[in-house]
């Protein structure tokens, strides 16, 4: 399913270098898992992302770029520096021209489905 990748203590992790090195866009690895929240990371290309539910909230924090969100046919514009909590069972999509490195903490999961 996700790649977890544990950090080292002693080492910063370099969010923008983990989401270069993915293998392909929108496809998001999961950094550690604390408590019931996964922190995971994405990188961006301008293309959309279909619609998608969770059964947990999820937090879109944009380290680096933009994320053109889409929620009830609204289109949600977020820059570099914020975020944005999508509530759990809400329907998203993601708008061509999002770009940039994404952090995703899914709060509320289940660790033994992940």
Do not use: C
Not at 12 to 33: E, G, M, R
Not at 57 to 74: A, K, S, Y
């Amino acid at each position: 399913m996700k790649n977890v990748m544990t950090p080292t203590p002693q080492q910063p992790i370099k969010l923008n270098d983990i989401a270069a090195q993915l293998p392909q866009a929108w496809s998001s690895t999961v950094l550690t898992q604390v408590g019931h929240a996964n922190f995971k990371v994405l990188r961006m290309d301008e293309r959309e992302y279909a619609n998608e539910t969770h059964p947990y909230e999820e937090v879109l924090l944009v380290i680096d770029g933009q994320l053109n969100l889409v929620i009830d046919n609204q289109l949600i514009v977020v820059k570099t520096g914020e975020s944005y909590t999508v509530q759990p069972n809400t329907p998203h999509a993601v708008a061509q021209g999002s770009f940039g490195t994404l952090v995703i903490l899914d709060v509320g999961i289940d660790p033994d489905l992940t």
